[in-house]
């Protein structure tokens, strides 16, 4: 990777978008050891002509905040068919993530600190884009002894959660809030009750009676989210529901919010744009955790993302070898992969749906870095270079790319995206140049 201590980077006549800053005009940008040093019309000009500077031509491309991806599986340790460390961060970095935060449901499971420590020294040096572990709520994923949050968040740790595992107890959910509370933890919640979705293959509804597949109702995500945020209110702890899907789940977040408690939400971009008719011929590519809801849901999830109510978006990138998706529906793993096609998945939103860019900018950068307790990428002048440069014309098909990601478990793999990552830096240095070829 770079390093900081490089070159000037000189970004040309780029339309700069930091919503945060109240920023979105054409200027030039300057990039001196890491750090964003000069920002306006002109900057660039006592860089012109300079064999050290590298310039970079803005026109028709717009410099963005970097983004914080709040929900990711890298599979190191113990899946690395799957993926890994490396080519984890590889993949964020070419979809414009200067950090992200990655679930616990490795193997062994990201319970105690010799597991934090591990992920993070393995991705300190890979290099590139930042890796934030997000350590078990309880041991082994069990729903039952705590972990030890003190040891885990000094070791690194961002949050807990136990990802695809609800903590289903009440009594062990207060005290996981009340004990991460003591550490300004974040408590991620998989919504689902699991006895409502004992063997449940998709979402209940029209289509799963046609499939004759057992359905899983939205109840069962509603549920759960309404209990925990009557728990955190009652002990005053951070509750944040990981990937809703359901426009009762938005309603409840909603109605939590305009009361002051500190709950927060992230969703998916296959949750924003799929219903479950995607899953129609048994495409097992189509099975995530939560399952594909229905127009209904998009419409509540789009409108409630575009007000604020969700946070953040979260890739929930997933990634599966074709031994957890090649096969009958019932025995295919849940999750698809999506670091790099995020951006150029969702950008078409903005011209489509109550979403505004600079909404879709905030939830894919500023927010989720606060909800995680990082600081927020910034185009400030001052700032550590943590910037991603996109084209927001250029149009590109992910099967016909090299992708980093291992795995090719997605259903966008031959729609036509629009939007695509140019350049991300993280750290201050850069961590993919799609720009030297």
């Not at 914080?68 to 490396?86: C, M, Q, S, T």
């Not at 994923?141 to 949050?159: D, K, S």
């Not at 209940?204 to 549920?223: K, Q």
Request: net charge negative.
């Amino acid at each position: 990777m770079p390093s900081p201590s490089g070159p000037p980077l000189v970004f040309k006549n780029v339309r700069a978008i930091d919503p945060h800053l109240g920023l979105d005009a054409e200027v030039d940008v300057v990039i001196e050891k890491g750090v964003i040093t000069r920002s306006g019309r002109g900057a660039a000009s006592s860089f012109e002509g300079l064999a050290a500077a590298k310039v970079v031509d803005g026109a028709g491309r717009w410099l963005l905040p970097a983004f914080v991806d709040l929900h990711a599986h890298l599979r190191e340790p113990g899946y690395e068919y799957k993926e890994d460390i490396a080519s984890g961060l590889e993949a964020a970095a070419r979809g414009g993530y200067a950090h992200i935060c990655v679930m616990p449901n490795t193997k062994p499971v990201n319970d105690t600190r010799a597991v934090t420590e591990m992920m993070l020294r393995r991705a300190a040096e890979v290099g590139g884009t930042r890796l934030h572990p997000i350590a078990a709520i309880t041991r082994g994923q069990a729903g039952q002894e705590l972990t030890e949050m003190a040891e885990l968040r000094a070791a690194g740790a961002v949050a807990v959660s136990d990802d695809g595992v609800c903590v289903m107890s009440s009594a062990v959910m207060r005290r996981a809030l009340e004990y991460a509370k003591n550490f300004d933890l974040p408590v991620i919640q998989h919504a689902e009750d699991h006895d409502l979705t004992l063997g449940a293959q998709m979402n209940e509804g029209a289509t799963s009676a046609r499939l004759g597949l057992r359905g899983w109702p939205r109840v069962a995500e509603d549920i759960i989210i309404a209990r925990d945020v009557l728990l955190a209110e009652y002990v005053k702890a951070r509750y944040h529901a990981a990937h809703i899907s359901t426009a009762g789940a938005a309603r409840i977040v909603r109605e939590a919010k305009s009361r002051g408690l500190p709950v927060t939400c992230e969703v998916t971009p296959h949750h924003l744009l799929l219903t479950d008719a995607a899953v129609i011929g048994y495409e097992t590519a189509c099975k995530v955790n939560p399952p594909l809801r229905e127009e209904s849901d998009i419409e509540a999830l789009q409108n409630a993302l575009a007000d604020g109510t969700i946070d953040a978006i979260a890739t929930d990138h997933a990634p599966h070898s074709s031994l957890e998706k090649d096969c009958e529906f019932e025995e295919a793993s849940p999750g698809m992969m999506g670091l790099e096609l995020c951006f150029g998945l969702l950008l078409e939103l903005c011209s489509r749906s109550p979403l505004k860019l600079p909404r879709l900018i905030d939830a894919l950068s500023t927010a989720p870095a606060r909800i995680a307790g990082l600081t927020p990428p910034s185009l400030r002048e001052g700032a550590l270079a943590e910037v991603v440069l996109v084209s927001p014309e250029a149009t590109w098909v992910p099967k016909t790319e090299a992708l980093a990601s291992k795995s090719r478990n997605t259903p966008f793999l031959e729609r036509t995206l629009k939007g695509r990552v140019l350049l991300t830096m993280a750290d201050g240095a850069i961590a993919f140049d799609g720009l030297k070829s």
